[in-house]
């Protein structure tokens, strides 16, 4: 059975038209982001789509690379969509098992559907996720690589298990970016690292103060220092 046919099947004595709230469509509405956010971490060749069931035979309210099936918002649901939805229903899953199917041309897809409740555990929409697997390899692959035109900033991602290792990691990185650039001097180089600490939002944490001075051997009245010159300057440009 093809995942998106793109049709519209007879539905209403599948699923009936149902009155939602004001609160049930903010909260629809609310995940058009996500959407927008899912396609562009995934790429072209990721169809996203939302759907409303306060009318399923218009079910569709957002959708990303809808190409892929040619719908548009006002669509109605897909006979996937369809399949899973008494499922979810009855057994109050929060999304489908992820499967492999086809297209309405008989690509293949990897599809999953999740499931949208409001605050009283209704369902009211689904997230469809559909990957379609026919795309050139390098197509797909792009999607995951740098552009030429836009250099990428690899710096590394911290993965910590806890704050005590977040603070060290990110100071020990800090130390060695800073130390190895030789456009800082030397007797700049402490001031330089609790600011560019400061800019990374570490001192938000507690008793990063005392783990940041420990770890350049200076005083914790030295970082506070260095902290308030740098307000001073960033008021400074706002005056």
Request: overall charge negative.
């Amino acid at each position: 059975m093809p995942a998106e046919s793109g049709t519209a099947r007879p539905i209403n004595n599948i699923v009936a038209k149902r009155r939602f709230s004001q609160q049930d469509r903010q909260l629809l509405a609310s995940y058009a982001g996500l959407v927008d956010g899912l396609a562009a971490m995934f790429g072209r060749h990721c169809e996203i789509v939302l759907h409303s069931l306060e009318d399923p035979e218009r079910s569709v309210i957002h959708i990303a690379n809808g190409s892929h099936s040619g719908r548009g918002p006002g669509s109605p649901l897909s006979e996937q969509a369809l399949r899973w939805l008494p499922e979810l229903e009855r057994q109050q899953l929060n999304h489908s098992p992820a499967g492999f199917v086809q297209s309405r041309l008989g690509a293949p897809v990897k599809s999953s559907t999740l499931a949208i409740r409001n605050g009283e555990g209704e369902l009211i929409g689904l997230l469809c996720l559909n990957l379609h697997l026919s795309a050139p390899l390098h197509e797909f692959m792009a999607d995951f690589t740098p552009q030429v035109a836009e250099p990428p900033e690899m710096s590394p991602e911290n993965f910590s298990n806890n704050v005590e290792e977040l603070v060290t990691l990110t100071v020990e990185r800090t130390i060695e970016a800073i130390n190895a650039d030789p456009d800082v001097a030397n007797n700049a180089k402490n001031k330089q690292i609790v600011t560019t600490l400061y800019e990374k939002g570490i001192f938000d944490i507690k008793d990063a103060i005392a783990m940041v001075s420990s770890k350049l051997n200076i005083s914790k009245h030295t970082v506070y220092l260095y902290i308030r010159q740098k307000k001073r300057d960033e008021d400074e440009s706002i005056a």
